[in-house]
Every structure is written in C-alpha cells, then in structure tokens.
C-alpha cells in the first residue's frame, strides 16, 4: 500500500518538476521551484510512511484486543 501511495507522489511531484524544466526559464528561479519541489516530496512521502505507521500499529493493538477481560464480571 505504502509503494503506492510513494508511487503516486513521485508521479504528480515529477509532473511538477517537469513543468518547472520544460517553462521557468530562470535558471535561479528553476532551481528555487525545484528545490522546493523537492522538500513537498519528501515531506509528503514522510507524512505518508507515518500515517501507514500508525494504521498498522493500531491494526495490529485492535486484533490482539481482547474485550471480554474489558467486560468480564467480578
């Protein structure tokens, strides 16, 4: 799941750089795009890996959950 989602970001964040190489004729500017380009891909795949971090954890909690010892009687 988590390679997908990567795949994704890489797909719309290399459609980004894309633009920025084929219009910004600046070469500071371009760079300037790029860069930042490059820190929303890297925060999106960070943001990403943690959120899937988090679910499977919580998965993993809620399967060994056992509610009957949460409503056994004394």
Request: glycine letters at 2%.
């Amino acid at each position: 799941m988590l390679q997908a989602i990567n795949t994704t970001i890489d797909t719309i964040q290399g459609a980004k750089s894309s633009f920025v190489k084929t219009f910004v004729q600046d070469k500071d500017i371009a760079k300037s795009l790029q860069d930042f380009v490059d820190a929303q891909t890297t925060f999106a795949k960070t943001v990403a890996k943690s959120t899937f971090d988090i679910g499977t954890k919580v998965a993993e909690e809620a399967v060994k959950f056992d509610v009957k010892k949460v409503f056994a009687t004394k």
